[in-house]
């Protein structure tokens, strides 16, 4: 026999079960990086392609190749130039770099600014976190995609130094993958 004090229970608890893992403390975190303490680009040797290869890769990770970049023309019309570095990290999962060339310091804020829009605010929890590393703040973005039947959190890492734009975008639920290689770049 139905019973509706029972079924509003059940989805009740269901729903207390499903969101707990969305809930998490939203300070700033900061992390020491002793190796890579760089304060600014080099523009005698500046060159995306050399930035999207990372020379001091975390313990684990593998750099695959400069695939071909996603478009991210929609976020501003300042870009002069982009690239995109795949890395494999120690649970082989796919994280990639990106690096954008603006015309402009304040391009690339606002590159930051519209980039972060294009996600909505979650149900619980804080999507956008910030975090200092390399003498620099960023922003974490949190994301969940469904993983053999599991809602899992996806990280990225999105800075800027001066008019240069970095986003790290990890295929692993771990923080540390993407974060691991945005301190590894040193920037």
Known sequence: MYNPKKTVASILLI???LFSGCIEDT?????DNLDN????I??????LDSMV??????????????PPINDYNEFSEQIIES????????????????????DSDSSATEFILNYKSQYEQLSTGDRFTNVNFNGHTGTRIKTYTYRAG?????????WNNGNIVFIVRSNSN?????????IATGY
């Open 42 to 47: 080099d523009q005698d040797n500046f060159s």
């Open 53 to 66: 290869m990372v020379e001091n890769l975390p313990s684990g990770y593998e750099y695959l190749g400069s």
């Open 174 to 182: 771990l923080e540390s993958s993407a974060m691991n290689l945005a």
């Open 150 to 158: 599991n809602q899992l959190p996806k990280y990225q890492i999105i």
């Open 27 to 31: 300070d700033t975190e900061i992390i």
């Open 37 to 40: 303490t760089s304060s600014g």
């Open 83 to 102: 690239k995109e570095g795949a890395y494999r990290d120690e649970d082989n999962f796919d994280v990639f770099l990106d690096i954008i060339e603006l």
């Open 15 to 17: 729903s207390i079960i």
